[in-house]
């Protein structure tokens, strides 16, 4: 267990609709990652958060947006889903931003399939 | 942009025995970092393995170490001893260095993954 708790862990929708993932960040880590893991993208780095902060932008699309609460939980919010937005999407945290090489901690996943 | 190729979709290896997963990068980067990820059938990422491509010497944990050849690019990992509980998909993961310029340097960029099987 890496101390990073994402929910849901399952998300079954229908196209055009609108989800939000969350993530909880281990105690005491101040930066949020997402990643979204696709058959066909592989893992692909989305949005950074640090501190409440927008730190870093991946290939995030318009549709998808992102933000950091003061307590540190993030979501993640999809809209206007799209059959190819069904992936895994993962939230990863970290102490600080990512300095010093310092391991980024995953949380277990959200499976969205948008159907 | 830096690119991460990991170019052997699967591999399997026999219990107790050792077996190398390939990675190569690409980057003009001088300062950066190389991580291995393993994603077992849970699917949850775990670190298996870091390096500091300042440090010459290959990073070791246990069971795993790595061959870095900052010059060639590679970043391999070698499991010794195999043992079941290894099956999963292997990662190979490129981060960008503290004093490497721009914001972007909390950012993995992914190999394509390799499968580890591990018969008995």
């Known amino acids: 267990d890496s101390g990073v708790t994402q929910t849901p862990k399952h998300l079954i929708t229908a196209t055009g609709q609108r989800v939000t993932l969350r993530c909880s960040p281990r105690?005491?880590?101040?930066?949020v990652y997402w990643y979204q893991q696709s058959l066909d993208q592989g893992l692909q780095f989305l949005i950074q958060?640090?501190?409440?902060?927008?730190?870093a932008k991946g290939n995030i699309l318009e549709r998808f947006s992102a933000q950091q609460f003061p307590d540190l939980h993030s979501e993640l919010n999809l809209s206007s889903l799209e059959l190819g937005d069904s992936a895994l999407y993962f939230c990863?945290?970290?102490?600080?931003?990512?300095?010093?090489?310092?391991?980024?901690?995953f949380g277990p996943g959200t499976r969205l399939l948008v159907l | 942009a830096q690119t991460v190729t990991q170019s052997q979709p699967e591999m399997s290896v026999q219990e107790a025995e050792t077996v190398t997963l390939s990675c190569t990068y690409d980057?003009?980067?001088?300062?950066?970092?190389l991580f291995w990820y393993k994603q077992p059938p849970s699917r949850q990422m775990i670190l298996v393995i870091r390096?500091?491509?300042?440090?010459?010497q290959n990073a070791t944990e246990n069971r795993f170490s790595v061959n870095f050849q900052k010059a060639a690019k590679s970043f391999s990992l070698k499991i010794s001893d195999s043992q079941l509980g290894d099956a999963a998909m292997y990662f190979c993961?490129?981060?960008?260095?503290?004093?490497?310029?721009?914001?972007?340097?909390?950012?993995?960029?992914f190999g394509q993954g390799t499968i580890l099987t591990v018969h008995p």
């Open positions: 990863a945290s970290s102490v600080g931003t990512s300095g010093g090489g310092e391991t980024q901690y």
């Open positions: 105690s005491g880590d101040l930066s």
């Open positions: 958060y640090y501190n409440g902060e927008e730190r």
């Open positions: 980057t003009s980067e001088s300062d950066y970092y």
């Open positions: 390096q500091e491509a300042y440090k010459q």
């Open positions: 993961a490129y981060r960008r260095g503290d004093y490497a310029g721009g914001t972007s340097y909390g950012k993995l960029t």
